[in-house]
């Protein structure tokens, strides 16, 4: 599953997986908007059943501890 950029790149990144054999869906979303990702989540589950990782490769350079970010 790729979360970033247009429709189309993430659907052909996942043509590229499944070229591997591995299994993928391609779906775009702001990760900066939490009701777009809860719905990628939803989607992946859906389509998958069960979703063991999720890795976020979306990133910006604050240092600090993780738990005193905010959404904002």
Do not use: W
Not at 43 to 69: F, M, Y
Request: glycine share 10%.
């Amino acid at each position: 599953m790729s979360g970033a950029g247009k429709s189309s790149e993430t659907a052909a990144a996942a043509d590229i997986a499944r070229d591997f054999g591995h299994q993928a869906i391609g779906y775009a979303c702001d990760v900066t908007v939490p009701e777009q990702v809860d719905a990628m989540v939803a989607a992946a589950q859906a389509q998958l059943g069960r979703v063991d990782i999720l890795i976020n490769s979306a990133g910006i350079n604050i240092r600090g501890p993780i738990t005193e970010l905010s959404l904002e």
